[in-house]
Protein backbone atom coordinates (compact mmCIF):
# COMPACT_ATOMS: atom_id res chain seq x y z
CA UNK A 1 0.00 0.00 0.00
CA UNK A 2 3.10 2.50 0.39
CA UNK A 3 3.50 4.64 -2.52
CA UNK A 4 6.69 4.77 -4.20
CA UNK A 5 9.55 7.13 -2.06
CA UNK A 6 9.32 9.74 -4.82
CA UNK A 7 11.60 12.69 -3.28
CA UNK A 8 9.34 15.44 -4.37
CA UNK A 9 9.54 17.72 -1.42
CA UNK A 10 12.41 17.59 0.66
CA UNK A 11 12.26 16.29 4.05
CA UNK A 12 8.91 14.84 3.42
CA UNK A 13 8.71 11.35 4.30
CA UNK A 14 6.68 8.28 4.14
CA UNK A 15 6.18 6.19 7.23
CA UNK A 16 6.00 1.99 6.75
CA UNK A 17 2.29 2.65 7.74
CA UNK A 18 1.83 5.15 4.53
CA UNK A 19 0.92 8.37 6.32
CA UNK A 20 3.44 11.22 5.32
CA UNK A 21 5.24 13.06 8.12
CA UNK A 22 7.20 16.38 8.79
CA UNK A 23 9.31 18.09 10.91
CA UNK A 24 9.99 21.92 11.21
CA UNK A 25 13.58 22.54 13.01
CA UNK A 26 13.66 25.11 15.64
CA UNK A 27 16.34 28.03 14.24
CA UNK A 28 19.79 27.75 16.23
CA UNK A 29 18.66 24.46 17.93
CA UNK A 30 18.96 20.84 17.71
CA UNK A 31 14.79 20.75 18.79
CA UNK A 32 12.63 19.66 15.94
CA UNK A 33 8.71 20.05 15.85
CA UNK A 34 6.44 17.58 14.84
CA UNK A 35 4.40 19.15 12.31
CA UNK A 36 1.72 16.06 11.79
CA UNK A 37 0.49 12.82 10.08
CA UNK A 38 -1.07 13.10 6.45
CA UNK A 39 -2.30 10.89 3.56
CA UNK A 40 -0.70 12.34 0.83
CA UNK A 41 2.85 14.23 0.20
CA UNK A 42 0.96 17.39 -1.18
CA UNK A 43 -0.80 18.17 1.50
CA UNK A 44 2.23 17.52 4.19
CA UNK A 45 4.20 19.79 2.64
CA UNK A 46 1.22 22.37 2.46
CA UNK A 47 1.15 21.90 6.57
CA UNK A 48 5.08 22.31 6.22
CA UNK A 49 4.85 25.75 4.57
CA UNK A 50 2.03 27.26 6.90
CA UNK A 51 3.91 26.37 10.10
CA UNK A 52 7.31 27.59 8.61
CA UNK A 53 5.47 30.94 7.99
CA UNK A 54 3.97 31.06 10.64
CA UNK A 55 7.67 30.35 12.74
CA UNK A 56 9.93 32.56 10.49
CA UNK A 57 7.63 34.71 8.78
CA UNK A 58 6.49 35.83 5.00
CA UNK A 59 10.65 35.72 3.85
CA UNK A 60 10.64 31.61 4.67
CA UNK A 61 11.75 29.51 2.28
CA UNK A 62 8.67 27.12 1.41
CA UNK A 63 7.98 23.85 -0.29
CA UNK A 64 4.66 24.84 -2.38
CA UNK A 65 3.84 28.03 -1.91
CA UNK A 66 5.65 30.63 -3.32
CA UNK A 67 6.70 33.69 -1.84
CA UNK A 68 4.87 37.32 -2.34
CA UNK A 69 6.68 39.17 -4.76
CA UNK A 70 9.07 41.52 -2.78
CA UNK A 71 7.58 45.55 -3.56
CA UNK A 72 10.01 47.60 -4.63
CA UNK A 73 9.05 51.03 -4.72
CA UNK A 74 9.91 52.96 -8.10
CA UNK A 75 12.46 55.84 -7.45
CA UNK A 76 10.91 59.44 -7.72
CA UNK A 77 11.23 61.36 -10.88
CA UNK A 78 11.13 65.53 -9.89
CA UNK A 79 10.35 67.22 -13.38
CA UNK A 80 10.71 70.10 -12.17
CA UNK A 81 13.89 70.45 -10.18
CA UNK A 82 15.77 68.05 -12.62
CA UNK A 83 19.61 67.36 -11.05
CA UNK A 84 21.79 69.75 -12.29
CA UNK A 85 24.28 69.03 -15.27
CA UNK A 86 27.83 69.15 -15.39
CA UNK A 87 27.65 72.18 -17.25
CA UNK A 88 28.15 75.87 -16.56
CA UNK A 89 25.15 77.81 -17.43
CA UNK A 90 26.91 80.77 -16.15
CA UNK A 91 28.88 81.61 -19.03
CA UNK A 92 26.11 80.83 -21.44
Not at 21 to 43: C, P, Q, S, Y
Not at 75 to 87: A, H, K, T, V
Amino acid sequence: MRQEMVKKYKGVRQRKSGKWVEEVRVLGTKDHIRIGTFNTAEETALAYDETVIEMKGADAVTKILKQPPRYTPLMEINYMNPPSSSIDNSRI
